[in-house]
């Protein structure tokens, strides 16, 4: 089966790299500051973590699935869209009237033509980027030629109305210096980073480091760009990972770029923080930790917080931190802070989480990759944005690397252990079976399709049933995550090709 003609909307029901947000440059002119809400058109927010493409207040939720087969093309990529509505985003068939929408490069309107391994889906992210009122859609192909170019990458926007994703003013851009193999695309956000322009800034990365676009006139226009692998100020580091947050609650989103670092061998994460503002997007500091990151207010002050992974932890297993570990850094005034400031700011620690720290269901082992993903949203409804931890490489009994998921809760303390659950494929009333290298919990997301003040779990394991993807839902609580009624599904679900899809790799944050 391929996919031809998937723009149009089904009436059918039942989603790596993370996303997030950056710099302008240039001696752009900065308008007044950022509006304080969100979905009205013209204003955005520097917290504004929605992803509703057609403006209803409900959450949709974009997946990529980048080796996805496309006009008989392997790996062409394609990603799905399921829209929010009151009852959520439905359960496969079994909600009348959910919504969804399948897109890729064959779809008509859609820029470009899917080729073999282009990656389309391998990063998604959303943002309004034109100040409509509508969330945007960003999606990667870091597999794209440019020209003659293999592998320098493209990204495509596909614009979000009252009729949800369309394609009629889709586009696409390069880098701005496309060059082979840099892979542009691998990771990208949008956020309200300076009020040069009233919609978010799209920020891009490659191998090299980080773009900046902004919308204007029906085009995506390059306003900047951020080497980090000749950082200035702070360290060389090869970029992965995105995110965004109002650290010091000014009304404007930082950018985190996260990622490996030469310096230290790739043994290490480490997060360059760039501070958003009036006067653009400024570097600031380098914090440790960072093979993934999100963001969001755990304590409940009004700044958001910087969550960080570190899916290896062998360089802490001296202090009892074993099989992965995550830290914690918290927004004031000032902008984050950890638990202590040394002279050398870039050395600050973080309030780090382990499975062996106290009240963390389970126990700390190698290789269990506690950490590679994070999403970071109000689970039981009660102000508190909680932390939901991936751990692909988790060990289920005897299984090896079926993988599980974890959620620790928000509280006015910061992120406490009070209420921590942990989920796999064999906890009660969760569909199928742990299977040797599912890696359940490759991503994971946290979203409130039925905006009901709680954010349900999707967890994927791109890997599961011979590499077609799957993604489970599990539903939210006042009393945290809740397994019954739990249920599972595939690119198929979706009217999406499934075979070796890959289905999850991204889900937007």
Known sequence: MTINNLGSRRRTVSVAVSAASFLLLGGLAIAAAPASFAGTPGGTSANDRNSDFDGDGYNDVLIGAPRGTVDGKAGAGFVTVQYGAANGMGKND????????????????????????????????????????????????????VGSLEDAGRV???????????????????SADPAAGTRFGSAATAARLTGATQGDVVAVTDHRGAELFTYSAGALRHTGTLDTTAHPAGRALTPAYLTTGDYDSDGYAELVISGYGPGDGHAQGWSSVYSGGESGVTYQRDLRGGVSTASGDIDNDGYDDLVTGHNSSLDHEAEGMTGGLIGVYYGGDSGLRGQEAPEDATEEAPQYWTQNSPGVPGTG????????????????????????VGAPGEDVGTVPDAGAVWLLRGSAEGLTATGAQSFD?????????????????????????????????????????????VVWHLSASTKGLVTTGSWLYGAQSLGAPGDGAAFGTAIDE
């Open 94 to 145: 079994s909600v009348p009237g959910a919504r969804t929408a399948v897109f890729s490069q064959s779809t008509a309107g859609v820029p470009g033509t899917s080729q073999t391994s282009d990656s389309f889906g391998s990063a998604v992210a959303t943002g309004d980027l034109d100040a409509d009122g509508y969330d945007d859609a960003v999606i990667g192909a870091p597999g794209e030629e």
């Open 425 to 469: 494929q064999n906890s009660a009333e969760v569909p199928g079976t742990a299977e040797a290298g599912d890696a359940w919990g490759q991503q994971v997301r946290l979203a409130d399709t039925d905006h009901d003040g709680r954010s349900e779990l999707l967890a994927a394991a791109p890997d599961e049933d011979s590499d077609d993807g």
């Open 365 to 388: 082992e190698r290789g269990d990759a506690w950490g590679t993903e994070l999403s970071v949203a109000d689970v039981d409804g009660d102000g508190y944005a909680d932390v939901a």
């Open 156 to 174: 495509t926007v596909l614009f979000g109305s009252e009729a949800g994703l369309g394609t009629a003013r889709s586009v696409t851009i390069a």
